[in-house]
């Protein structure tokens, strides 16, 4: 099992271009989510899925796009970068939680550190 | 006030010490809590999740207070290997694992 795949690694953007940050996992998950992380800000949710065509807003969707065609894959699109996008960001899988006591672990991906300019 | 609340440190302490780590939520309805331990420029990883009764895994101990909404990591016996971002997570009251992460606190580990 590869786990959490995220491509690139790094990435340096001019304002106004677009992308995508790629993200994929081996393990069947039907949960997966963007987050990004900013110093002294935690890791913020940008969109989530609960399965494959079914995506839903976060805390931070502004200026991200995602779709969810398979199970596997979790692609997430800037439209028109901007330097407030400058930021770690990390994909995740899980297996749907049952809450309570019994919540199940997110895996995440090594992330992608994207810097607009 | 943010959701989750966690001193960012750094705890500096010596090998073997024993250290604790506090984290306050806002959430009075959050179901699940989580302790995740991130290294630097690393991804974050599940290090425990904590459970009404409390439980323990090794040297780690962690705990959960509902009244005072309050979940806490207990480290003893400190190694250099323990050096790292311990992060406070809570899963919201609205269904999918909408996890609110605290920005984490430092831990440094010295011979």
């Known amino acids: 099992n590869a786990g959490v795949t995220q491509t690139p690694k790094f990435q340096v953007l001019k304002t106004g271009q677009s992308m995508t940050l790629q993200c994929a996992q081996d393990?069947?998950?039907?949960?997966m989510s963007w987050y990004r992380q900013d110093p002294g800000m935690g890791l913020r949710l940008i969109h989530y899925?609960?399965?494959?065509?079914?995506?839903d807003q976060g805390e931070v969707p502004n200026g991200y796009n995602v779709s969810r065609s398979t199970t596997e894959d979790f692609p997430l699109r800037l439209l028109s970068a901007a330097p407030s996008q400058t930021s770690v960001y990390f994909c995740?899988?899980?297996?749907?939680?049952?809450?309570?006591?019994?919540?199940?672990?997110?895996?995440f991906g090594p992330g992608t550190r994207l810097t607009v300019t | 006030r943010k959701e989750v609340e966690q001193d960012p440190g750094p705890f500096n302490v010596p090998e073997g010490a024993t250290v604790a780590f506090n984290c306050t939520y806002s959430n009075s309805a959050s179901q699940s809590f989580f302790w995740y331990r991130q290294d630097c420029r690393k991804e974050p990883k599940l290090l425990m999740s904590v459970y009404s009764s409390g439980n323990e895994d090794g040297r780690f101990t962690a705990q959960l207070n509902r009244a005072s909404q309050y979940i806490s990591l207990l480290i003893r016996d400190s190694k250099l290997s323990d050096s790292a971002t311990y992060l406070c997570?809570?899963?919201?009251?609205?269904?999918?694992?909408?996890?609110?992460f605290g920005t984490g606190t430092r831990l440094l580990v010295s011979p």
């Open positions: 997570v809570v899963n919201g009251d609205t269904g999918f694992q909408k996890l609110v």
């Open positions: 899925s609960v399965g494959a065509g079914i995506t």
């Open positions: 995740a899988s899980s297996y749907p939680s049952r809450g309570g006591d019994s919540s199940y672990e997110q895996y």
């Open positions: 393990m069947n998950h039907e949960y």
